[in-house]
């Protein structure tokens, strides 16, 4: 248990469905981030919020919203995604400042068809 | 922009002892990671180095930093078939937020 929580663990949605990821956590961290992990493929940073504001956005399609209402929650909501948005998606926190190492949550298994 | 680089994969005994590699190009990093992630979970801090140190132990694992070379590795004494797993390398500094991954490497552990 790393402190960071994502929800749900697995999703299956049609291309033409809306549906959000949501991730928490209670580390007291300033910064979460999210992360795409698809096979065979780097690591890929999505986004990235610090105190509560956007910024990073790493070219990802307009079809991958973001929200971050408070600095403990980080959504990702998603609609009409593709089959090759298939991933895992992993959300991340980190305290800016401090020794920053990023914490992860278990990933959410998106499966798009 | 900076870049870690390892190799994808690596195949040992049980028993023996893992070395796993990582180079990195931001001199200015102001910390050093090692993640471990299991199939199905997400990647979990196993440690970490400062670049003012040139190594660190804790229990089976051995870090050892060449800041010079801009190389770092990580050794697991009395590899378990439990440590199949693949490991990130990462770097963090030089006044940024964003830790950069490596591509992770493929820990294999045979009997």
């Known amino acids: 248990e790393t402190g960071v929580t994502q929800t749900p663990r697995h999703l299956v949605m049609g291309m033409t469905n809306k549906k959000s990821l949501k991730c928490e956590q209670h580390?007291?961290?300033?910064?979460m981030y999210w992360y795409k992990q698809s096979a065979k493929k780097p690591l890929e940073l999505m986004f990235v919020?610090?105190?509560?504001?956007?910024?990073e956005n790493n070219s990802v399609p307009s079809r991958f919203s973001p929200e971050c209402p408070n600095s403990s929650h980080l959504f990702l909501h998603l609609h009409t995604l593709q089959p090759e948005d298939s991933a895992l998606y992993l959300c991340?926190?980190?305290?800016?400042?401090?020794?920053?190492?990023?914490?992860f949550g278990q990933g959410t298994r998106l499966t798009v068809v | 922009g900076e870049d870690v680089e390892q190799s994808l994969f690596l195949s040992v005994r049980e028993g023996d002892s893992s070395v796993i590699n990582c180079t990195y190009t931001?001199?200015?990093?102001?910390?050093l990671y090692w993640y471990k992630q299991e199939p199905g979970a997400g990647l979990q801090l196993l440690t970490y180095?400062?670049?003012?140190?040139d190594m660190k132990q804790d229990q089976r694992l051995t870090v050892l930093l060449n800041k010079k070379d801009k190389h770092l590795s990580l050794r697991i004494a009395d590899t378990q078939t439990g440590d199949s797993a693949i490991y990130f390398c990462?770097?963090?500094?030089?006044?940024?937020?964003?830790?950069?991954f490596g591509r992770g490497t493929s820990l294999i552990v045979h009997p």
């Open positions: 991340a926190s980190s305290q800016q400042g401090a020794q920053g190492e990023a914490f």
């Open positions: 580390l007291g961290h300033n910064a």
């Open positions: 919020y610090n105190f509560k504001e956007q910024t």
């Open positions: 931001d001199s200015s990093s102001t910390y």
């Open positions: 180095i400062f670049s003012n140190m």
């Open positions: 990462a770097e963090w500094g030089g006044g940024s937020y964003i830790p950069t």
